[in-house]
């Protein structure tokens, strides 16, 4: 990527780069000044995984804007070469150029090598904090993005946020995606709701029925890493390999945390953040247990763990795991057209996520655009306590 300068309309100057490996002090001294130290993002916190990050030349594109010595704006993308993803992350600027619509013109310049005829990538999306200014949420439906979800609660920065999620669509992103999703009726109007933007076309609606689950509760532990010397992200791709994994796919993100039982015939992979609790399933070995009673297990040991909040991907085409994370209060709250690549086709996933504190939507400023998915989302969130309070 060739460096640009840009003029902004005070006169000043500005040079938009991909960041250095000797920018890394500059850069976490920007993030310092902006959010203190309470920025929770591995790339960011970990100066190790920083260093790694700017270095990386093949899976990020780092972006940073100089003026003079100083580094005053960042964004991260990450890419994912085998899915053609991308992700737009950690976007910040400095107190003193804020205004200058200068995130956009770093985010447009990545878009021109990522989404480019040919490029690593056919969609880039975005999980984007809901407080912050509407002008930003502009600039991004300017540069294409597109929201299809939210997530409540997802982080905690000084406090807990919800953010939107969109998507930025390249040439070809449905190209070879895989028509009728197949879902269960409570995640139709979310649907429905994507549909308006990206004109899916229809959904197959399921009912699924399922009994109680009665199976007490699994005991599982924090896995020691002595008795895993290749790593837990080795475990997750032996399973994976031998088709032994649920909730395998999860773009751009890699376990750091594994949870198993004494028999360690289950095995759920996590990818944990403790500083504000968030994780991401990113694995599971079921053991042949029920599936409502893993959920609700492994919500418990994360529960125990200082998660408070928890997400994972599943299936768009399967709507029995869909009624099963219902169950187990894994409410649907973002969709993901065409996010995996599977024998030639894109397929659509659904994100589910379980909240362990409170909602808390004090000083949210929604758009039009990311307003309905909230709604919609709180109506599920009313509509699962009612079912339980029905058959207490």
Request: net charge neutral; charged share 25%.
């Amino acid at each position: 990527m060739e460096a640009q300068e840009l003029t902004l309309d005070d006169g000043r100057r500005v040079l938009i780069r991909r960041g250095q490996a000797e920018d890394q002090e500059n850069i976490k001294k920007l993030y310092t000044d902006v959010y203190g130290n309470s920025y929770t993002i591995p790339e960011i916190a970990n100066a190790e995984k920083m260093a790694q990050a700017l270095n990386d030349r093949h899976n990020y594109l780092w972006i940073v804007s100089q003026s003079g010595e100083r580094i005053v704006g960042s964004v991260i993308f990450s890419v994912d070469p085998y899915h053609h993803l991308g992700q737009a992350f950690s976007g910040v600027i400095a107190a003193d150029f804020r205004g200058c619509k200068l995130i956009y013109s770093m985010m447009r310049k990545a878009h021109e090598s990522l989404l480019c005829e040919g490029g690593p990538c056919t969609m880039i999306y975005a999980m984007v904090r809901t407080f912050v200014s509407p002008n930003f949420h502009k600039h991004l439906k300017e540069l294409g993005y597109i929201d299809t979800g939210i997530f409540p609660n997802v982080r905690r920065v000084r406090d807990y946020e919800t953010h939107s999620f969109k998507i930025c669509l390249g040439p070809n992103a449905f190209k070879d995606r895989r028509p009728l999703p197949r879902i269960y009726n409570q995640v139709q109007t979310m649907y429905r709701l994507v549909d308006r933007q990206l004109n899916l076309g229809p959904a197959i609606m399921r009912s699924v029925d399922l009994p109680p689950y009665t199976d007490p509760l699994l005991k599982l532990e924090l896995a020691q890493p002595e008795d895993y010397p290749n790593g837990i992200e080795a475990e997750r791709e032996k399973l994976r390999q031998a088709n032994s994994l649920r909730f395998g796919f999860c773009p751009l993100l890699e376990p750091n945390t594994m949870l198993i039982n004494k028999e360690k015939t289950v095995r759920a992979f996590l990818n944990f953040q403790p500083v504000d609790g968030h994780a991401t399933m990113v694995g599971l070995e079921t053991g042949k247990y029920d599936m409502v009673c893993l959920l609700e297990s492994v919500a418990a040991a994360c529960e125990k763990m200082g998660t408070k909040y928890l997400e994972v991907l599943a299936s768009a085409y399967d709507p029995i795991i869909q009624a099963q994370l219902w169950q187990a209060y894994f409410l649907p709250c973002a969709w993901f057209p065409a996010a995996r690549l599977a024998d030639g086709q894109r397929l659509d996933y659904m994100f589910a996520s379980r909240s362990f504190v409170p909602l808390n939507f004090k000083g949210l400023k929604l758009t039009e655009d990311c307003k309905p998915y909230l709604l919609e989302f709180f109506k599920l969130y009313t509509a699962r306590l009612w079912e339980e309070l029905v058959n207490a």
